[in-house]
């Protein structure tokens, strides 16, 4: 007997089976390498393409701003001298910038040369200078400091992004390149923190763009999402889980709502626009109808979480509850519900955060339209910012490029954020169980 196990051990430990264990191990080494070098070669790409992205963002945040010197003529403004607000809100402001320019620069010996010259300021120096003036009409009569944006061309070249001149397209001039300078070198240019980037809405210049309706817009929209999303999810999942009857009914009902959790967002924007704009009639490019459109698009998600939220609660406090005299309605919303409150804020707020960066479906509704001004409720029209972030990556202007890089920036970071409000609810759910 002895000497038979001792054969047996030799075949195991033979020749053989150490080259086939010398060959799992060499297999397994390499399958590691792959793994980590996938994981390190997607570190390097998404690192490289933060990098490109935050770069190019970074010079949107500043500004530059040309000080111009302003006589707020009185019969170019209030010629009656009434102080009627609707003349002087209608006044020829641009005249009187071009005015202080020219006293600043010196005048233009040609027309060509006037064109130069003012198209170094941006043009909404006259309604700066109209609101200012409106806003206090004690500058009438009087010399004002104006700083206002420069043009987009400007701004790109003392930012560096383009060189100073040269003929191509969109490069400034000899004469405009000598103003600039001189400009500089007198203190009458700068470059400042950009605030109208967060204060401004969409403009079709690129100095003058912002970001302050596509947020607004947004939020709208976010609201109405979870508003209706949320309650009708938590129902919904919450009825499933403890009072639905396990039969073919939901199981089908089950089955469908996973896999309309995987459905492409734009087939919701489809639905929207048959049901909500062409059936009901409701107003398109509204937060209104995305953030219906949105609704429908996160609820799967919403009820198929907070379903493993109720889930995950232990089953004893359940019976806890009940063996203490409370109905099963007391114990499912007195009891399980609370307990499964952490994990069901996490499936909304991950739900949120994909509704935050969808373009596609509000594509399909119409909120595609050019919008300056910011939405005051949820029937005002309104571009939320991934779709304002795609109307300036179309945009030919050069300077929307850094707009477009500072765009999703603004929406990266209000996505980390939203992410990690989830994070933090896993976490306590972790140590509640």
Not at 137 to 145: E, K, M, N, Q
Not at 370 to 393: H, K, M, R, T
Not at 420 to 427: F, T
């Amino acid at each position: 007997m002895t000497d038979g196990r001792e054969e047996e051990e030799k075949g195991y430990l033979g020749p053989s089976f150490r080259r086939g264990l010398e060959r799992r191990r060499f297999l397994d080494r390499i399958l590691r390498g792959l793994g980590i070098g996938a994981i390190l070669t997607s570190i390097a790409a998404l690192l490289v393409l933060f990098g490109t992205i935050v770069q190019t963002s970074a010079t949107a945040f500043t500004q530059t701003q040309i000080r111009v010197p302003v006589f707020v003529d009185p019969d170019v403004v209030d010629p009656s001298g009434s102080g009627d607000a609707s003349v002087i809100a209608s006044a020829d402001y641009r005249r009187l910038v071009h005015h202080g320019l020219e006293t600043l620069l010196g005048e233009p010996p040609s027309r060509r040369a006037g064109r130069e010259m003012r198209a170094t300021l941006s043009m909404v120096a006259e309604f700066r200078l109209r609101d200012r003036v409106s806003e206090t009409h004690s500058l009438i009569g009087r010399s004002i400091d104006l700083w206002v944006p420069a043009s987009s061309d400007v701004d790109l070249a003392v930012k560096g992004i383009v060189p100073m001149g040269g003929s191509e397209p969109g490069r400034l001039s000899e004469r405009q390149v000598d103003w600039v300078r001189r400009l500089e070198r007198d203190g009458h240019l700068v470059t400042k923190f950009n605030r109208d980037f967060f204060l401004s809405g969409h403009s079709q210049e690129p100095e003058a763009a912002g970001i302050r309706g596509a947020v607004l817009g947004s939020a709208l929209m976010l609201f109405v999402t979870l508003a209706i999303a949320l309650p009708i999810g938590i129902a919904a999942a919450v009825y499933l889980e403890e009072f639905a009857p396990r039969n073919g009914w939901t199981e089908l009902i089950d089955v469908n709502i996973r896999n309309l959790a995987a459905v492409p967002s734009i087939v919701f924007g489809i639905l929207g626009l048959a049901v909500f704009l062409n059936l009901a009639g409701l107003p398109r490019s509204t937060p209104l109808v995305g953030g219906l459109v949105l609704a429908l698009m996160t609820l799967p998600t919403i009820i198929i979480t907070a379903r493993a939220a109720v889930g995950a609660v232990p089953p004893s406090l359940r019976e806890a509850a009940l063996q203490l005299g409370a109905s099963r309605l007391q114990a499912t919303f007195l009891v399980m519900l609370p307990n499964a409150l952490p994990g069901i804020l996490t499936g909304a707020i991950i739900g949120a955060a994909q509704a935050l960066g969808e373009t596609a479906p509000l594509l399909m509704i119409g909120m595609v339209a050019f919008i300056a001004g910011s939405p005051n409720d949820l029937l005002d029209p309104a571009a939320p910012l991934p779709v304002q972030i795609y109307l300036w990556s179309t945009s030919p202007e050069r300077g929307f490029v850094e707009k477009t890089a500072a765009g999703i920036v603004v929406l990266l970071v209000f996505l980390v954020l939203m992410n990690g409000m989830a994070v933090l609810l896993r976490n306590r759910t972790q140590k509640t169980g």
